[in-house]
């Protein structure tokens, strides 16, 4: 179910490649328009709200730029 999937330690790291970059963002934009929701759904909630949306984006750039 959604509560059940492990989430990457790294906060933003979607795709669990251990670095929270442009791939990460592209997979919510592609989640947020083809909804092909999957495991990726609990861990794409950056902002934790129960919802995947254009927040979680915003989020996740901003995550992005200040580790830059």
């Excluded at 330690?9 to 999957?38: A, K, P, R």
């Excluded at 609990?42 to 200040?66: E, H, K, W, Y």
């Amino acid at each position: 179910t959604y509560d059940d999937v492990p989430c990457p330690e790294l906060t933003g790291d979607i795709n669990d490649d251990s670095s929270v970059d442009v791939l990460d963002v592209l997979i919510i934009v592609d989640l947020l328009l083809n909804g092909g929701f999957d495991d990726y759904d609990a861990c794409s909630d950056i902002n934790s709200d129960g919802n995947l949306d254009v927040m979680d984006i915003i989020n996740l750039v901003s995550i992005i730029l200040d580790n830059s």
